[in-house]
């Protein structure tokens, strides 16, 4: 059959200031792509690769980015990704850099991907913890988010990243 | 493609599409309202400039050479790697502007070998 085939890329928004995360909005980094790809392949490159361009899946807390492109163009999109440095929203600009963490052909596949890689950082976290009481603190997080229908948390992130010492990289 | 055998040849003769390393073109620069005549530098800033415009830094870092360069009739011999022809061709059509007054690039003939760029049958004048 003849359809159009996605590539969804997901990435990692990594940023120093804390002050940051606030401004994590699709839009922005939807702009700040599309503005590097503009820079590294041209006019042409922009027009190819913002046919079927769109940022699907963003998270703040985590810096979780998923981008869809085209099948063609998924060369073009994620060469352009580390030419992405600053983050523009509401007139103020933050430093960033993006980490290509998977690209894969369905959400379904990248949302598998996710879940496994955030279990992993669960435990590079638990590691990394400096003291005893950071330590209790972590487990304790892990251990109390649940997906119970109370609860208000999505089913998809089981974790809950916390502003620990150590920034994975 | 099967094919019955011939009978035995004296040579064989192959033909390879791409073979060549870089393509060459010989160019016209056409400035209709009378634009200062640009230099060899600036007409390799002017073919940098319009790679750059249409395929970003990854065009403007194409090997682009301007072998020679005619200033009294604005003729120019570049030669770029296989690979970037498309491009480069492209970005010359689509550069429509040199020093803000209108300018054009007339593409006269490509090839893959320098020698072929000698001869040209469309110029040739029979008495």
């Known amino acids: 059959m003849v359809r159009f085939k996605n590539r969804y890329v997901l990435c990692e928004l990594l940023a120093d200031d804390p002050r940051c995360r606030r401004c994590i909005e699709d839009r922005a980094v939807g702009l700040a792509v599309r503005d590097a790809i503009a820079r590294a392949h041209g006019d042409y490159g922009l027009g190819r690769c913002c046919v079927s361009f769109t940022v699907k899946y963003l998270n703040a807390y985590t810096g979780t980015v998923l981008l869809r492109c085209r099948k063609d163009c998924r060369q073009l999109l994620s060469s352009a990704l580390p030419l992405v440095r600053n983050l523009e929203s509401r007139g103020q600009r933050f430093p960033c850099a993006l980490r290509t963490l998977h690209v894969g052909g369905t959400i379904r596949t990248c949302q598998k991907f996710l879940i496994q890689y955030n279990r992993r950082q669960l435990l590079l976290l638990l590691r990394n913890c400096a003291n005893e009481e950071e330590r209790r603190s972590v487990r304790q997080a892990v251990l109390s988010c649940s997906i119970a229908e109370e609860q208000a948390q999505s089913g998809e992130e089981e974790e809950e990243e916390e502003e620990d010492g150590t920034e994975t990289d | ?127």
């Open chain 2, 1 to 127: 493609m099967e094919r019955a055998e011939p009978p035995a040849a004296a040579y064989e003769r192959r033909v390879l599409r791409s073979g060549a390393q870089h393509c060459y073109l010989r160019v016209q620069l056409e400035l209709p309202d009378g634009a200062a005549r640009p230099g060899a530098p600036q007409l390799k800033q002017l073919v940098v400039t319009a790679l750059r415009e249409l395929h970003g830094e990854v065009g403007a870092a194409l090997p682009v050479d301007v072998l020679a360069y005619e200033e009294k009739s604005l003729c120019a011999i570049l030669r770029v790697i296989s690979s970037g022809f498309v491009k480069l061709w492209s970005a010359l059509t689509l550069q429509g502007f040199y020093q803000s007054r209108r300018c054009a690039f007339r593409v006269l003939q490509t090839s893959p070998f320098l020698l072929a760029l000698a001869g040209n049958s469309r110029e040739l004048l029979l008495d």
